[in-house]
């Protein structure tokens, strides 16, 4: 039987973090052995917020690293860029024809890219969602592992699919947003303020290429209060979010004894912190390894990238000519 596709990527904007590894690289690492996975590295979305040009191969390259280091195998996987699938652009193409100023508009990640940058409100940035959903149909996969915050843009994703299958006949299978547990991962920032980010919160993310004393510093500093009055009360959301990493990255023992004194009112932050500090280190500093020694292996990141293009285009040339036919592109024989 013909494996499922699964097909998710990464924007090539700043460092990678916890959040993108337990809501994304997790299940990419988890997913490579049964289903047909394209992962890649989404180059061209992050030309939205015009990264310096003298930026991007470096930060293409570590997102590859990264995975690499996570797990990822590129002989199981298709690992590329974006901008390596010419056929992605052609199908983001069509489907702009499908996509509406006003739904585009309304959408909470447009929303706050607006609020945050009014002075750059440019027209990939709206068409953001189109150019998702170009890079998942143009596999036509069933399974996209993301986070979270990436819910309501697989929702588009299905959207569109649908619209091109009502109007041009059925191409596209619908695809849905994936993970191994029952709901969607949001990794909290260590502030108690949203989520980890790239671009937002720094000091309260934490990194995979972060070094040990700045993972530390970093957790020693999470928002906590002098602890609860009232036996098994209930956790104020900046203290679950601490428990949240704990269950992340620590053992089930750990868990449970600061589960158990938290409870019974004995529980001391400092103590949680400092444990939790030393299981995200254990945890951080064998991935930031591999991968600094990856990123120092240029030959083999441009081989990676090179064999994964070469799997994805494969099947992007199939989709894009039967998209073409659809539409009536097809004025030669
Ligand atoms: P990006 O680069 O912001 O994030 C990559 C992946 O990490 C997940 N993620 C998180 N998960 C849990 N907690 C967090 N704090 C957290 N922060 C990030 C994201 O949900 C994502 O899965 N637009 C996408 C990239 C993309 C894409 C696609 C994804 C482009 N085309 C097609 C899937 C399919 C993005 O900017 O992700």
Redesign the pocket.
Known sequence: MSKEIV?????S?GYL?L??Y???MRNYVKMQDDYNCYFFV?DY?SLTTHPDPKDLRANVYRVVAENVACGLDPNKVALYAQSDIPEIPELYLMLNMLAYKGELEKVPTFKDKVRLNPDNVNAGLLT?PV??TA??LIHKAAH???????EQ?IEMARNFAQRFNHRYGDLFPEPFPFNFGDTL???PSLDGNG????SENLNATLFLADDDDTIRKKVMKAKTDSGPTEMNSEMPEYIQNVFQLLNLVSSKETIDTFTNTYNDCTIRYGDLKKQLAEDMVAFIAPIRERAQALQADESQIQKILKEGAEKARESAAKTIAEARKAIGISYYG
């Open positions: 097909v998710s990527g990464i924007r904007t973090h959040g993108n337990f809501g994304a989404a979305h953001y150019l998702m890079d998942i996209v592992p993301v986070g979270k915050d990436q843009h991962v949001k990794v989520k980890m980010s790239k």
